[in-house]
């Protein structure tokens, strides 16, 4: 992984260049541990004119979520407490002769701006953007293997949840217990906090658990996520709880299953990131929900669970093969509950036999 972690670095070291600036610091951990292997807490990676470090204020651990350095790559601990590594990675810049040191501003606090400021006070800060994340949008698939385990595990932990009892366990017990079988399954944890739905809450976007009970009758909504090596998926299903499901409940069931089947099929090279989202909505739209829609049919995810691109009405830009994303159209009724489905997917050429379908935990309507 050694070359790769360099070939990341050679590529934002060119960007750096052609605007301008002979050296970067980066701060945002996600893109840390992207360009460096691993991201410790509080760790910065300084791209220098003559040598490029990780500096960290204490050594790393052996935490599987921190990732493991770059061998090749010379780590720094900083001496005493309370040392502030970007601080010091302004002043290093300098020793190594650059006279100005490309920035992640949207990282970055005002305070420790002023900080490298005063510490290198000939130093030019400019802003660097979001060029890493630029960078990161496409996976290599070293970075699609992880995301494919990632999601097994996921699978499995939601399969063996789909065996168990339901009735009278709250959402909050149902979350927790999701979360243990994907460490039991092997991943570094979840990748965002958990969600579960019964009743009235069911289809909420990033509903947070309750101690509502699963009743007969219910929608039963599920939103979980494994990290692997860093690397975070998600899957989302919905389920009746203990009887055939009533008239209304199919019904909204099966348009959301059509629109997000049109949201998978929209996924191709070269599809504007908007015309994905309008091909998921529009199922739903037609059929009178346009008022209980969420905001976007899908989004990027990699490092971080809501990474670019972002597949929303207003999106610009168009996709890339290699890029994994979620497609999860979705409706809530308020007072009665909704549906939500949710894959993880990477796009691939149709000669390639098209998008890749990650989460493969079955979309018919279950009664549990």
């Known amino acids: 992984m050694s070359e790769v972690y360099a070939a990341r670095r050679t590529r934002l070291r060119e960007r750096c260049n052609a605007g301008g600036s002979a050296a970067a610091l980066v701060s945002r951990p996600a893109n840390v541990r992207y360009l460096a292997g691993a991201a410790p807490p509080g760790a910065v990676l300084l ?29 720094r601990i900083l001496p ?20 100005s040191l490309a920035v992640e501003e949207h990282h970055l606090t005002v305070a420790r701006h002023r900080a490298m400021g005063s510490v290198a006070p000939g130093l030019r800060l400019a802003d660097l953007g979001q060029a890493v994340e630029q960078l990161r949008v496409v996976k290599d698939e070293e970075e699609i293997s992880c995301l494919r385990i990632g999601a097994e595990i996921a699978d499995q932990a939601l399969g063996e949840l789909l065996e168990s009892i339901l009735v009278g366990r709250t959402e909050r017990h149902l979350a927790l217990e999701l979360e243990r079988r994907l460490v039991d399954h092997g991943a570094d944890g979840p990748a965002f906090p958990t969600s579960v739905g019964t ?29 692997y090596r860093g690397y975070r998926c998600e899957i989302g299903r919905t389920f009746v709880i203990g009887t055939s499901p009533a008239d209304w409940q199919i019904e909204l069931y099966d348009l959301v299953f059509a629109a997000q089947r049109a949201g998978r099929e929209a996924l191709v090279p070269g599809a504007a990131h908007r015309d994905v989202d309008r091909a998921a909505r529009q199922v739903l739209d037609c059929a009178g929900y346009a008022e209980n829609l969420t905001a976007r049919s899908g989004h990027g995810v990699g490092l971080e669970i809501d990474e670019d691109p972002q597949l929303t009405p207003a ?51 279950l009664a549990l």
């Open 199 to 227: 009743g009235p809450n069911s289809g909420r976007p990033g509903h947070r658990p309750t101690d509502r009970r699963v009743e007969e009758g219910d929608f039963l909504s599920v939103c979980l996520g494994a990290t």
């Open 315 to 365: 999106a610009m830009g168009k996709l890339d093969a290699c890029v994994p994303v979620t497609v999860e159209p979705g409706v809530h009724l308020p007072g009665r509950g909704g549906v939500r489905i949710d894959d993880t997917l990477v796009v691939r050429p149709e000669a390639d036999g098209g998008p890749e379908l990650l989460t493969i935990t079955t979309k018919e309507l």
């Open 80 to 99: 005493g407490p309370g040392s502030d590594p970007a601080v010091a990675a302004g002043g290093l810049a300098v020793t190594q002769g650059a006279d």
């Open 47 to 75: 791209l220098g004119a003559t040598e490029d470090l990780l500096l960290c204020g204490e050594p790393p651990g052996d935490r599987p979520t921190d990732g493991r350095p770059d061998e090749s790559l010379r780590l």
